[in-house]
């Protein structure tokens, strides 16, 4: 029998989504401020009404406060975590829709969780003439997704309830026993990177690609929050085609892998620790060679490039792009939809395959596939070796980890679910008449939060097929756990006694 949650449950809910509500208030600000600086006066209305009205909301939630005392437990924070990435574009898209640039409410939902999933998939038209201040206002939705809102909202959680949210949007290492004090790593890691990353872009904007130094701050700015957190949205319609220099690709592939590598691998890399017997490190340098060179190969047989070296340039860039879940490209959509064979299904797998855990990329993340593989090698290694023999079952991630049936059963089960979810979206495809290979490639890049595309995500595509990928965005971000836990809760609401 079921439980119906009490008054108290869905206070302590409401009361914790309001105060993360409050941080999109706070990330407003920086737009707004933008929009009156350069004199965008309709884009700055509608910042400020949607500052008013989360700002209304979450003065609201607050009220709901629970009783003194009562910490938010496991499944109450799966539940915020779950139901954040569902309300939080809500809000999102009152700048969004207000600029003019979608046909349909519909498709600023689209774009808002693209950009809070870090996915990157985009149907907004007329991108290159979209104003400033929204166009940074995507690529803070990317920030917020790929490391603020939440980390910001532990900051003021306690309990079990902050334990559950960290884990609740796809994270699972932490670094220190306290999660506000990993939160707050995870803020200075990134804040090191945004110096570093934004000065280095900034200055390429200045000396090599010609802007003033407000545009280069500005390209800067958007192109380092997308590549590291992972996101893939760009301020121009060719994304980093738009640049047309290997200079500033190699310093955005530097960002990208920095993005979808372990916050713990980062603290360990501080630190001055071992990392090189990380399974996560071995596992991702592995999967991006063999994509890389499948990749590499199948342009090769293609034609798709002719001489050596743009041909590594543009396998080498697309791969890590796909394969740290970024979305990135220097290539059109026509062009990379043109790819076949090899190439095509290079690029697929290393979208699937994701980055690591913890970090701000998608897919089913290096972790879980190196754990398979090592699962494998010793249940191989059992059956060869004479009865009796003992086969240590350990890894090295952050010291001598134990390989427990607990583990292999959870990594085994995860990524069915993600291979199911990538199917499940090809499905939708197909009966809408798109071929397999277009169908898969782009439901594989919404379920792993990649953004690249065939062509197949656009305003003109059916209702239903938008609904099933934003969908996807939503399952894929959060790992299915918060999924199931918000489900659970709803079927206890309505059903419960």
Avoid: C
Wanted: a neutral charge; hydrophobic letters at 55%.
């Amino acid at each position: 029998m079921l439980l119906r949650p009490s008054l108290d449950d869905h206070r302590s809910i409401a009361h914790d989504l309001g105060r993360i509500i409050g941080v999109v208030a706070m990330a407003a600000l920086v737009p707004l401020a933008w929009a009156l600086a350069r004199g965008e006066w309709r884009s700055a209305s509608h910042f400020i009404l949607l500052i008013g009205v989360t700002t209304a909301v979450s003065a609201a939630a607050d009220r709901l406060r629970p009783k003194p005392g009562r910490a938010v437990d496991w499944s109450h924070g799966m539940v915020v975590a779950a139901l954040t990435w569902l309300v939080v574009p809500l809000f999102a898209t009152i700048p969004l829709w207000g600029s003019g640039h979608y046909s349909r409410w519909i498709d600023s939902y689209f774009d808002a969780m693209s950009g809070l999933t870090t996915t990157g998939l985009a149907v907004i038209q007329d991108l290159d003439h979209l104003s400033e201040s929204v166009n940074l206002w995507r690529h803070i939705l990317q920030f917020l997704g790929g490391q603020g809102i939440v980390l910001a909202a532990l900051l003021f959680l306690a309990g079990s309830g902050a334990l559950s949210l960290f884990e609740g949007e796809g994270r699972e290492h932490r670094m220190f026993p306290n999660v506000r004090t990993t939160a707050r790593f995870i803020w200075l890691v990134s804040a090191t990177h945004a110096a570093i990353g934004i000065t280095v872009l900034t200055l390429d904007g200045i000396f090599v690609q010609g802007f003033d130094a407000v545009r280069a701050f500005f390209h800067g700015a958007t192109i380092f929050m997308a590549a590291f957190d992972t996101g893939g949205f760009s301020p121009m319609s060719t994304s980093i085609a738009y640049y047309n220099s290997p200079i500033f690709e190699a310093i955005v592939a530097v960002l990208m892998v920095a993005g979808a590598m372990s916050f713990g691998l980062h603290h360990a890399i501080w630190n001055r620790r071992k990392v090189l017997d990380n399974i996560e490190v071995r596992t991702f340098a592995l999967t991006v060679s063999v994509t890389l060179a499948v990749t590499i190969l199948g342009l090769a047989l293609i034609g798709a490039v002719g001489e050596l070296y743009p041909l590594v340039r543009v396998g080498l860039f697309h791969v890590i792009s796909a394969h740290t879940g970024t979305g990135f490209t220097t290539v059109s959509v026509a062009e990379m939809a043109s790819w076949s064979g090899l190439a095509f299904a290079g690029i697929a797998v290393a979208m699937a395959l994701g980055g690591m855990s913890s970090s701000t990329a998608g897919g089913v993340k290096s972790l879980r596939i190196g754990l398979a593989m090592r699962a494998m090698r010793d249940t191989v290694r059992e059956a060869l070796l004479p009865d009796g023999a003992v086969v240590p079952q350990t890894y090295r991630q952050y010291g001598t980890q134990r390989i427990g049936p607990n583990l292999v059963r959870s990594v085994f089960s995860i990524s069915l679910l993600y291979v199911a979810l990538y199917l499940l979206g090809a499905a939708v495809a197909l009966g809408f008449g798109y071929d397999l290979g277009p169908a898969l490639f782009e439901s594989i890049s919404a379920s792993a939060a990649v953004g690249l595309s065939v062509g197949i995500v656009s305003p003109d595509m059916p209702l239903l097929l938008e609904l099933t990928y934003i969908a996807q965005m939503w399952v894929g971000r959060l790992e299915f756990i918060a999924i199931a836990a918000l489900l659970g809760f709803t079927a206890s609401t309505v059903f419960g006694k």
